[in-house]
T-cell receptor, first 114, second 111 residues
Framework: ETGVTQTPRHLVMGMTNKKSLKCEQH?????MYWYKQSAKKPLELMFV???????ENNSVPSRFSPECPNSSHLFLHLHTLQPEDSALYLC?????????????FGPGTRLTVL | RKEVEQDPGPFNVPEGATVAFNCTYS??????FFWYRQDCRKEPKLLMS???SGNEDGRFTAQLNRASQYISLLIRDSKLSDSATYLC????????????FGTGTLLAVQP
């Protein structure tokens, strides 16, 4: 596999469920990101991991819990979500400290919270 | 004021037309600038970086005016395949390589 992959592509969950989103990058990057994209809103940065260390937590509620076990994998653990958390969750990766190096995005997980 | 502001459109143009998108950003410390393209129900993909001197890639020209905190994208000879949402993106730099996205401008090229 190449690029950035995300699983699952679609997820429907109830407010009491616990689920995890998975992201994997095959590009040799050392920074990974979670973004949220809601309808009519710009992409919102949620978390940044650089060299496997969380360097940004953009005031995200604690019901979202990221995990970065190594430079190729990133998880987003979800629990007791709210219907307003329904959105497209995008993972991205890049090289750290290279301003013009683009961020490559995965295809996203479309999450619906009932 | 929004950190990155774009006209949401939609811009409906005929094939072959020239179309221009504008974007303003609020943080004067911003260090790098990009245009991303996002097709319907797909992920964003880098279209082009925007350099201080302006840059061109085929039918696409990007310009940056740091004094006015303004970025533009010009598309010449529009194709049907150019139909997408164009996202203006600003990088604040630093250790986190933090990108701030505009809401995007929707372009629909008509036959």
């Amino acid at each position: 596999e190449t690029g950035v992959t995300q699983t699952p592509r679609h997820l429907v969950m109830g407010m009491t469920n616990k689920k995890s989103l998975k992201c994997e990058q095959h590009l040799g990057h050392n920074a990974m990101y979670w973004y949220k994209q809601s309808a009519k809103k710009p992409l919102e940065l949620m978390f940044v991991y650089s060299l496997e260390e969380r360097v940004e937590n953009n005031s995200v509620p604690s019901r979202f819990s990221p995990e970065c076990p190594n430079s190729s994998h990133l998880f987003l653990h979800l629990h007791t979500l709210q219907p307003e958390d329904s959105a497209l969750y995008l993972c991205a990766s890049s090289h750290r400290d290279r301003d013009f190096d683009e961020q490559f995005f995965g295809p996203g997980t479309r999450l619906t919270v009932l | 004021r929004k950190e990155v502001e774009q006209d949401p459109g939609p811009f409906n143009v005929p094939e072959g037309a020239t179309v221009a998108f504008n974007c303003t950003y609020s943080n004067s410390a911003s260090q790098s600038f990009f245009w991303y393209r996002q097709d319907c129900r797909k992920e964003p993909k880098l279209l082009m970086s925007v350099y201080s001197s302006g840059n061109e890639d085929g039918r696409f020209t990007a310009q940056l005016n740091r004094a006015s905190q303004y970025i533009s994208l010009l598309i010449r000879d529009s194709k049907l395949s150019d139909s997408a949402t164009y996202l203006c993106v600003v990088n604040y730099g630093g250790a986190t390589n933090k990108l701030i996205f505009g809401t995007g401008t929707l372009l629909a090229v008509q036959p």
